[in-house]
């Protein structure tokens, strides 16, 4: 692991893949940082959905102002008004709302995944804490005289077991990011078709609007032409045919969605790559954080044996005196 620190104070953390390959790795947020970013994330989806919903609505209302007197007539200032406003703020705070749901499920299912890899390591360093015993007690008994021929033998069984450990931890780590509702796809990159299932399932609702509202246009379009139709015709129309599409184009976009959130987003294998050599950073660190406090507890237990030793020493000292 290298660290690297820049000229703006942010920790960057390199680690090197199986296959040689360098995985940056940002630093971890924290709880309050994780939150500022769910919800700029959420305003900055609402606003992209609002001004997409602004310019047709718009239009259409600069159309109606300019083309139709009727509806000059029909409508005040106030009504105009709700007309431009009230259809980009429906789509603000629907998708502000709808990415923020869906960033809170996110950080449940990794904070989730984090506990149980958390309490798998543990209890993995616990059983490598008793493993570390057996050999302590294995080298005494190769110690003893007439067991030095078996020593080279016990130094290469325990080197065999570490490597097999460590194969035995990334196969683990690996198999629960396989396992946490992701499809690994061959590769350092996604394919165009997986970069279009994974956005269409962290962003339905952009998708209908993209082509629901396109579609309304088309339909009142074609209404349009028909002078034989009064405007009010055209416009019931324009809605009942819009509906159904934008109805069936949901149907379709959801069921899809729904697709990919039981079978999981794609992923590449160097995505795995990185989460493993993630995921051996925290266990190393959790290791080195228990060294640290084996040791700091070994000074006190240490500190408190001579301070024990300096009280007899005192109290015997006291009682020679008394006696003399």
Do not use: C
């Not at 995985?23 to 994330?41: F, G, I, K, L």
């Amino acid at each position: 692991v290298t660290m690297i620190i820049s000229r703006t104070s942010k920790v960057k953390l390199h680690l090197k893949s199986k296959n040689n390959t360098i995985v940056n790795m940002p630093r971890s947020y924290t709880p309050q940082e994780h939150a500022d970013v769910t919800v700029w994330e959420s305003m900055k989806a609402g606003f992209i959905s609002g001004g997409l919903a602004a310019i047709p609505t718009s239009m259409g209302l600069y159309a109606a102002m300019n083309f139709s007197p009727k509806f000059v007539k029909a409508t005040n200032w106030q009504s105009r008004t709700a007309l431009a406003i009230m259809p980009p703020l429906f789509a603000f705070a629907y998708a502000a709302e709808s990415k923020l749901v869906h960033r809170m499920h996110e950080m449940a299912s990794e904070a989730e995944h984090s506990k149980n890899m958390a309490e798998w390591t543990q209890q993995h360093v616990l059983k490598e804490h008793r493993e570390q015993l057996k050999r302590m007690s294995t080298q005494k008994i190769l110690a003893q005289p007439g067991m030095a021929g078996q020593k080279m033998i016990g130094a290469t069984t325990a080197g065999d077991t570490n490597e097999e450990q460590e194969r035995e931890i990334n196969s683990k780590f690996r198999e629960s990011i396989v396992n946490s509702g992701v499809r690994v796809v061959p590769g350092s990159s996604l394919g165009v078709h997986h970069k279009i299932a994974n956005f269409w399932q962290e962003n339905p609702f952009k998708i209908l609007a993209g082509i629901g509202i396109p579609s309304v246009l088309y339909i009142f379009r074609g209404k349009a032409g028909q002078e034989h139709l009064q405007m009010q015709m055209k416009v019931m129309h324009t809605r009942v045919l819009g509906q159904a599409t934008v109805i069936t184009m949901l149907l379709t976009l959801m069921g899809f969605k729904e697709y990919m959130d039981r079978t999981g987003k794609f992923i590449t294998e160097s995505d795995v790559e990185a989460r493993v050599a993630q995921m051996q950073q925290s266990r190393i660190e959790l290791l080195n954080r228990l060294q640290r406090e084996k040791v700091e507890h070994e000074k006190v237990a240490e500190q408190r044996r001579k301070a024990h030793e300096a009280d007899l020493k005192m109290r015997d000292a006291k009682k020679l005196l008394q006696d003399a």
